[in-house]
């Protein structure tokens, strides 16, 4: 199906499917049977462009409790109203969750008015995150990816896939944004990589390497793929301020490769 094309509604026989353990889901409606008791053996969920209210999702995902690989790629006008759940709920649904995958708007739609002393339970079995479009520019979506982070003790990798920018200039209201926050608590026992692509080097991106790099005693890598548009005198600016953070780990490299803007 194109772009332009209309979102499907899924026939109720879908719903009736009990022994789906893998299911893709792209451009539809899902508008859940009152009487749908879930996919029992469901280990793995994809939506992508699903048109679904929040409470749906929720009521979808608490009705598979096996779900461990769950990637939800949704914009604005997927979401059909706002509610009051959050991330607390999202994750209640998800107890099994290893590999996520989001887009910035759906991690942005949960974190929406949370409170994250609210948010206290690990996420104890996410090994695996990846956040696309995301901007190092708005503070409200590094806090909800921040957030996630903190909240998830065994992760191994976090990949974020970031927004192409014209420009390394930050908005000066996200300039001191890392240094108004308290990452004494964070611990990432278990994080070996970190990925970041269209890498800049403004100051948010290299505050959240530096949190990365100080607070992860395992960590084995951490790649930066810079944007098309950064200079050659840039990236070395950049590898220069990144020798001088500090490293919990004693092996973590630093490797830099170069991406095109779409």
Do not use: W
Request: positive net charge; charged residues 20%; contains cysteine.
């Amino acid at each position: 199906m194109g772009l332009g094309s209309p979102h499907h509604k899924l026939p109720s026989s879908f719903f009736s499917f009990q022994n789906l353990t893998h299911l893709k889901l792209l451009k539809c409606a899902i508008h859940p049977l009152a009487s749908f008791s879930g996919f029992g053996r469901l280990t793995s969920l994809c939506f992508y462009d699903v048109v679904i209210t929040k409470s749906a999702l929720l009521r979808f995902l608490s009705c598979c409790p096996k779900i461990k690989n769950f990637t939800l790629i949704e914009n604005s006008s997927c979401f059909t109203e706002s509610g009051c759940s959050d991330f607390v709920d999202l994750f209640q649904c998800l107890p099994l969750i290893e590999h996520l995958e989001m887009i910035s708007y759906s991690i942005k739609f949960f974190a929406l008015g949370v409170i994250p002393q609210k948010f206290t339970n690990a996420i104890v079995h996410l090994n695996f995150l990846c956040i696309s479009e995301l901007s190092f520019k708005k503070e409200d979506e590094l806090c909800a990816v921040l957030l996630l982070v903190s909240r998830s003790p065994n992760i191994e990798k976090i990949k974020l896939e970031t927004c192409s920018y014209s420009t390394r200039k930050v908005m000066s209201h996200t300039k001191d944004f890392f240094d108004l926050l308290g990452y004494s608590r964070i611990s990432l026992e278990h994080l070996r990589e970190l990925e970041i692509t269209h890498f800049t080097g403004m100051k948010p991106e290299m505050d959240f390497v530096k949190v990365i790099l100080a607070k992860s005693p395992m960590l084995e890598k951490v790649r930066l793929v810079f944007a098309e548009q950064i200079n050659i005198t840039d990236r070395l600016e950049t590898l220069e301020g990144l020798l001088e953070f500090p490293r919990a780990s004693s092996i973590a490299k630093v490797t830099f490769g170069r991406s095109r803007m779409c």
